[in-house]
Every structure is written in C-alpha cells, then in structure tokens.
C-alpha cells in the first residue's frame, strides 16, 4: 500500500465521491420534478423511498473499489465466504457475484460472458463465473472496472462451482485462493466437520496477514461479527414485513436490497441502511401501504432471480395481484445468523455459514419452504431452474411435487438462467406463467405442466 | 475375455452371503465398505435409456448422474443394501439427498465428503472422523463391525490392488501390454465392482498376455486419455484408429490410485484417510490448474505420448472449467491436445472420429 494510494482513496471516499454522488442525486431529482409526470400502472403502490439511498450506496460501493487499489489490500470474496474476518484486516471486498447480478440485470450478461466463451469456457458453466472470467478475459462492465484482485476468498458453501471458479481467476490474476471449506451437512453438523472447518478458519487468519499487511485483531473482529449479526437480524425483520397483508414490499424489490446485506455486511454502512428501510417497512406496514395494490394472491420464489426478466415479472405478476412474499433465496442471509456468538467467534462462524441452505439436504429445504409458505400465507411457489445452479435447481421437481401435496399450494417450474437470456423461452414460460396465474385463481393446480 | 460384469460379480458375491453397496462416482475408502462385509459396486455408465430419471432431475444434469439415477429407479436392478455417494461435485450431492430424502428410496443411503482444502493443516483427521463416521453407517447396516485388524486386512489388500494398477499402468507406458485399449479397461475397470483378489487374479492376466482378445494390440500414435471415464464408444473409435492410449488422467481410473509408494500408516483409520489424500490431482478436489498442467505435462512426457485428448461427458462442470487455461498451459508446454465433449453412450462417432483423424494428422 503506497501512502499516495491512500490519500487518493481517501479524497475519493471523503470529497470526490460524495461530490459526485451528491451531483449525481439532485441531478436524478430535478429529472424527476421537470419531466412530464409518468402515471404509474394502476397496480403499483408507492415504492420505497430508501431505493434512492440503496442507489447511492452500492455505486459509492463500486466507485470506492476503483480507489482501493494501492490503498487498501483487495478481496474477492464469495457471497457465503466468512467477510467478518476480512474487514478485521482492513480489506475491501468485492463480491464477483454481486457484479454478475448487477450485469445480468443490465442486459449485460452476454456481452460480458462471451470473451470467457470464446477462451473456451463451455456455455453450460454457471453464468456467474462466465461474466466474472469474461471480465477477467477483458469484457468491459457496465458498471465500470473492477479492482485486480490480491487475494481470492472461496468458501464452499454456497456450491463447488464457486471454488472451480475461482482457481480459474487465481490462475488468471496470479494471486492466491484462500479456500473455506464447509462440508454439506446432509444430516446433523458432527464434530469432526466442524473442527476440520475451525482449523481452517484459524489458519486462514496467518494466511492473509501478510497480504493485508495488518495483524488480525480479535477485537475489531467481534466488533466487526456483531454489527453483522445485528445487520442480519434487520434483514430477517425487513423479510418478515412481508408476512403482513398487504406486503410493504415484494420480494422483487428484496432481490435490489439485499445488496448491502451480501455486499457490505459487517460495515456500518449496511447497518444503517437496514435501520432506515426498516422504519420506512414499518410505517408502511402501519398505514397500510402496499407493494401492489389489489393483492391477490401471495408466493414464494424459490431459487436466485432472472435477473434479465425482472421487470417483465415485475408487471406480469403484479398487475394479476400476485405479490411475491417470501424467497429461499433472500432468506439465505438471515437464516442462520442466530448461530452467531462472540463468545465462541470461530466456532459460530462455522455454524453460520455452513449451516446455510444450499449446503444442507432437501429435507431441510422442504422443511423451510414449508415453514416460510405458512408464515407467510402463500398460495403458490415459483421454482426458477436455473442452469447456472446446480446444488440451487437439482432436486426441484421433487421439491416442488411434495410441496403441492403437503402444503395445497399451486406450484410452477420454469427454465431460464441468472443472466443468460438463451437459456430462456420467452413464448413457452410466459404461457406457463399465464396458467399457473390463472390456476391461482381457479384454484387448480398446475404441477403438472411442469 | 473372460470377465464377470457387475450383474454376476454380485450374483457371485451375493452367494457367499455378502451385502451390495452401489456405489456412485467420486473418491472414497474402499476398504471400509469390504471390511464392513460389502462389496462396493460403483455406478459409473450403466446403459439403457435414460426415462424414469427425467422426473426427478434436469436435462442439464450430466449422464453420469441421470444414468444412475436411472439405474436406482429401475425394476431390473439387482437388490441393493445400501448406497454410497461420495461427494464429487454438486449435482452428485443433490441427486443423494433426492433419492434419500425426496424420492425416499428404500435402500439407505450416505454421503461420503471429499474435502476440498487438502493443503490444511487438519485435513487427515477430517478424513479419518468421516472414514469412521462411513464405518459406523456400514456396520449399522451390515452388522459387521469394522475393528482394526478387519480394516487393516483390507487396507493391505486395497495397497494390493494399486501397486497392480502401479504395474499395469507402468507396462502400458513401456509397451508391454498387448491389449487392445478396450480390453485393457475391461480389465482396470474390474477393480469398480470385484473383490481385490478377484482383480489382481485378472490383472496377472493382463501382464501375462492371457486376457486379451483377438484383435491386437493397437500400433499406432501413443496417446493419454484425460477426462471422466473411459467411454467404450470411444475406446473402439482409438482402437479403431490404431490408436495407443499409453497413459491416462480419467476421474475413474488414473486418478483413482497413488501413482508413488505410499508407507502405509499401523494405524489402520489413519491409513486410510492418507490413502485418499495421496491420490493424483483432480478437478472434484479442485487441484490448481497449475499442478494439473505440470502432472498432465509430466504424464505425456513419461510416457513418451505424442499428445492428449481431454475428452469430458457433456454437462461436467467440475473438468469443463478447467480445460480453457489447461490446454493452454499444455499447448505452452508443446503438448498438442485435443479436446472432445460427448454424451455417455450417445457419442457422435462420425464426428468425433472426424476430429479424431484430424488430430492424428496434425500429430503425423
């Protein structure tokens, strides 16, 4: 880290950035009070004001990254990998997964994938990694550059693809892969796994010290595991407004402001955040305000967005009275956040990220999907299987047969991918979707068009 | 050749009394399920077509999985006692808790967690608390209990059954074995669903010459075979061609056993954790590209082969994501490779042996 680096990034994070962002907010307000009023689709409730702040912070997020490099060590880190450790060490972070989502939703994934195809990287991989090793390859991203990379951190528990993954980009970029293993937990966590995931928890530590060129302090550690704790928990409580009717909010707009909980976790930026959506949820809540008006029927998504369809889902579902409530997928960061405790740090730490769904077995997927359709009063379950996911959509068609009968809720399965618009149909889901809509009111079921 | 298939080798072993385990790709103890008093039978490629396992997992799910997905939901299947999954990648993973949790298959089955960060420090105990966790699953289901000097004799009979491997992969690089690239598999692929003695009887054959079939032993260009298993379409398509595989990198078989000695622990369990971690690097343990480009170069320059084909089952994404910078590390290192992508059992023979020819050419 050079001391040049350093007062560069910190003129960026105290005067340029808020400049910029400052600009950039009351440029986005004056476009809003002197263009001819827009009038929204009558299904539409107001939407949440802390969108304009959720904005400001992920492109602060990504404009900051740019200015690290030099000043600050930089990780690439997997959306389950244990960042709490990381910020304890000074690093910035960069979630590749994040980026991909954020690539996808701009239309961009094909671009950005296809430097990594034509090096060779087959169309079957996960689009994620496609985009990430595209950028690698020097696909340029929508949302500007990202910085090089000093070290890579993977943990397994999201899936075995991240890992593959990322031994490809440690090749690339010549910097080295720290690996957090978390075996699947197909029955109960035993013993042995759970020191085997200890042990490399402690020895992770004397591994990036000398790449943060700072000693790991236990301290700043706890401080920096409890804001994550509590940052999880308001995330669970932001989820859990949903489960009043009508919905403050859908799971469509969970999907943009999860960003923070995922990207930003354990930073006080995100905690913030979280405080002042929630007040927001909670007055909406109070007076009544929905997501969509006319609220029909209530569902689950199970499985990561389509990014690229967003908005056409958005207007499909909505102007039918279909709000989606409840997603596996934004539960994830919440879920096991109560295994987290500062007197056992390392231990729990273990607990929390290797517990998590995708790294459990389907009967605990189906046990959760079942609490989450009776708490949140769904009538009907979306499973998106998508090709970029395997540990996500194997196993879905069982899933989604056992729900309809144990829960009598209707259920639809659709192909398509994250960001990857060829591996979707527009015609064939799009009359799927229209069925399972018309089921939900008809009150049949459409299991078997799947 | 006279070879049991899987069918009569468990006939046969059923006989004696002994219990069936199906076993399903991936790196695992052997020995523990032999001493537990099962013969370990893996489920790599049945044939057949794929219908029933259509209702329960994607078409994007690789033939490996589906074909034995298949073959666990078929009535023609002999009686199973329990099933192992060991964890080579994540479709493996989800189709273990399918048919356990979801389909709610009547024969038990377990998971077998191959771990991933084999530079850590506390790796071999990890090994050793699962090897006794799969011990305690099979002695449960089996009655037997596995003690120590069970364990040991099976462990020695496993060294057995590599230092056999050690050979038969060292007289093929020599030239010494004269078998036809089939025939040779027929014979290495045994040790997936025979007791080790039955295989190193057959594998004595081999080195003797006594096992192979009228067609001789191909001549032609000498080449490694790296990928996930060897595909008999694609072995009679080498055959075919005069092709000599002389050394190979394949999930199911080259990487499935040490290529050195290893000193065998006295503690039987720890034994046979070191046994697992001493196996050559491969893409379901998530080896460094560079470690898999300086093995595979190593391999092609030891055994005096002109090149290598990475050959891979459609969907594979644990070795589709290595093969970009690995061919290109082995194209730096002047290997010339051919990479080939196919269906198990559906290869495109035209086309592959079109690319095949042309590879050949260039190699001549």
């Known amino acids: ?450 | 050749m006279d070879l049991p298939n899987r069918r009569t080798a468990i006939e046969s072993f059923r006989k004696g009394g002994g219990r069936i385990a199906a076993v399903f790709p991936g790196r695992y103890p052997r020995e523990i399920l032999l001493a537990a008093g099962f013969l370990p039978v893996e489920v790599w490629d049945p044939p057949g077509p794929i219908a029933r396992a259509s209702a329960h997992a994607q078409p994007f799910v690789c033939g490996v999985g589906l074909r034995g997905l298949e073959l666990l939901l078929s009535e023609k299947t002999p009686a199973l006692d329990c099933l192992l999954f060991p964890h080579l990648c994540d479709t493996l993973q989800n189709l273990f808790t399918v048919v356990r949790d979801c389909i709610g298959h009547p024969v038990p089955a377990t998971l077998f967690y191959t771990p991933r960060n084999v530079a850590d420090a506390g790796v071999a105990s990890f090994v050793e608390s699962q090897v006794r966790r799969l011990a305690a699953f099979l002695s449960s289901r089996s009655g037997v209990s596995v003690d120590d000097d069970g364990l040991a004799k099976a462990g020695a009979a496993m060294d057995k059954v590599h230092e056999a491997m050690q050979s038969l992969y060292s007289a093929r690089r020599q030239g010494r074995i004269h078998a036809s690239n089939a025939d040779f598999y027929r014979t290495v692929r045994l040790r997936e669903y025979v007791v080790p003695s039955e295989f190193l009887q057959a594998a004595d054959r081999l080195m003797a010459g006594q096992s192979t079939s009228s067609e001789n032993a191909p001549s032609g260009p000498r080449l490694v075979l790296s990928g996930v298993l060897p595909d008999r379409d694609l072995l009679a398509l080498l055959d075919q061609l005069g092709v000599r595989l002389c050394e190979d990198d394949l999930i199911s078989c080259g990487r499935r056993f040490p290529r050195t000695h290893v000193a065998a622990d006295k503690d039987p369990w720890k034994a046979s954790a070191a046994r697992l971690l001493s196996l050559p690097p491969c893409t379901s343990i998530a080896s460094p590209v560079e470690q898999r480009v300086a093995f595979l170069s190593e391999m092609v320059r030891n055994s005096g082969a002109a090149g290598i084909i990475l050959h891979t089952v459609k969907f594979c994404e644990l070795e589709l994501f290595d093969h970009p910078f690995v061919v290109q590390g082995l194209r730096q290192a002047g290997i010339p490779v051919l990479v080939l992508e196919s269906e198990l059992h559906q290869p495109q023979l035209g086309q592959l042996g079109t690319r095949l020819e042309a590879f050949l050419e260039v190699l001549s």
Not at chain 1, 20 to 43: E, G, I, N, Q, V
Not at chain 1, 192 to 200: D, N, S
Not at chain 1, 240 to 265: E, G, K, N, Y
Not at chain 1, 437 to 442: G, H, K, Q, V
Request: positive net charge.
């Open chain 1, 1 to 450: 880290m050079s001391t040049a680096g350093i007062v560069r990034y910190h003129l960026a994070k105290e005067v340029t950035l808020p400049l910029m962002l400052a600009a950039d907010s009351a440029r986005r307000s004056l476009r809003r009070a002197t263009r001819p009023k827009r009038t929204p689709p009558d299904w539409a409730g107001p939407p949440l004001a802390c969108a304009d702040r959720l904005r400001t912070i992920m492109a602060r997020h990504y404009l900051l990254a740019r200015h690290a490099a030099g000043a600050m060590p930089i990780a690439w880190v997997t959306s389950g990998a244990p960042v709490e450790i990381l910020r304890a060490m000074g690093f910035y972070t960069v979630y590749p997964e994040n980026h991909g989502a954020l690539c996808g939703a701009r239309m961009a994934g094909l671009d950005m994938s296809a430097p990594a195809e034509n090096a060779g990287f087959s169309q079957d991989l996960c689009s994620y990694a496609r985009i990430d090793l595209g950028l690698s390859l020097g696909a340029r991203s929508p949302i500007g550059p990202l910085p090089r990379p000093d070290v890579l951190v993977c943990s397994t528990n999201i899936c075995q693809t991240v890992l593959y993954w990322y031994k490809q980009l440690s090749h690339r970029y010549g910097v080295p892969l720290v690996l957090f293993d978390t075996p699947f937990v197909a029955d109960e966590l035993d013993e042995g796994t759970l020191a085997y995931m200890v042990g490399q928890l402690e020895a992770l530590i004397p591994r990036l010290e000398p790449i943060a060129g700072k000693a790991f302090n236990a301290r700043t550690f706890e401080s920096y595991l409890l804001r994550a704790q509590r940052t999880s928990l308001m995330w669970g409580e932001v989820l859990a407004s949903m489960t009043t009717r009508p919905a403050p909010m859908t799971i469509f707009d969970a999907f943009a402001h999860m960003a923070p909980v995922v990207s930003l976790r354990g930073l006080p930026v995100s905690e913030r955040y979280y405080e002042l959506l929630l007040k927001e949820l909670r007055a909406r809540v109070a007076s009544g305000i929905a997501a969509v008006k006319g609220e029909r029927h209530r569902l689950l998504w199970d499985n990561i967005a389509v990014w690229f369809k967003l908005g056409d889902f958005i207007r499909l579902f909505s102007q039918n009275g279909c709000v989606f409530v409840a997603a596996t997928y934004t539960n994830a960061w919440a879920e096991t956040v109560h295994y987290l405790d500062p007197a056992k740090p390392l231990e729990s730490v273990a607990r929390t990220y290797s517990l998590v769904i995708l790294n459990r077995d389907l009967k605990h997927r189906m046990e959760l999907m079942e609490r989450m359709i009776r708490s949140y009063c769904v009538d009907g379950v979306l499973f998106h299987s998508t090709r970029s996911c395997k540990p996500y959509s194997v196993g879905q068609y069982d899933i989604q047969r056992a729900l309809s009968r144990k829960c009598n809720v209707k259920a639809v399965l659709i192909d398509a991918d994250t960001t990857d618009p060829r591996s979707y149909a527009e015609g064939p889901t799009r009359t799927r979707l229209e069925a399972f809509i018309e089921s939900l009111d008809a009150g049949t079921s459409t299991q078997g068009a799947a």
